[in-house]
């Protein structure tokens, strides 16, 4: 079984950076693309963003787009979600995600092809 372990989430000003991290308790992790969602009250939970496991591709949700940025090392175990010029309207709790057999972006933008997922850090953006 993969646990999946946010960290990072905090309270910050519009306009500040964040970096979220999500740590595996699996080496396996490096041959899984990854995913972020977020989630604010009362709305489903939607794509962030997703990167493959061999690290050719990133893929974003248009929200996001030139403010967040996905990275992983996968000689090390983190996946890190760098969140830049945030907004009121990213306040949510943020998941992490492993998808085992997926890594192209109409999967991964789709949280039904995801495995396993993290309980999940909260981010709050103050206006």
């Known amino acids: 079984q993969v646990q999946l372990v946010e960290s990072g989430g905090g309270l910050v000003q519009a306009g500040g950076s964040l970096r979220l991290s999500c740590a595996a308790s699996v080496r396996t992790i490096s041959s899984y693309s990854m995913g972020w969602f977020r989630q604010a009250p009362g709305k489903e939970r939607e794509f962030v963003g997703g990167?493959?496991?061999?690290?050719?591709?990133?893929y974003y949700a248009d929200s996001v787009k030139g403010r967040f940025t996905i990275t992983r090392d996968n000689a090390k175990n983190p996946v890190y979600l760098q969140m830049d010029s945030l907004k009121s309207e990213d306040t949510a709790t943020y998941y992490c995600?492993?998808?085992?057999?997926?890594?192209?972006?109409?999967?991964?933008?789709?949280?039904?092809?995801?495995?396993?997922w993290g309980q999940g850090t909260q981010v709050t953006v103050s206006s």
């Open positions: 995600a492993a998808s085992t057999s997926y890594s192209s972006s109409y999967y991964l933008r789709d949280k039904r092809f995801y495995d396993y």
């Open positions: 990167i493959s496991w061999n690290i050719a591709n990133t």
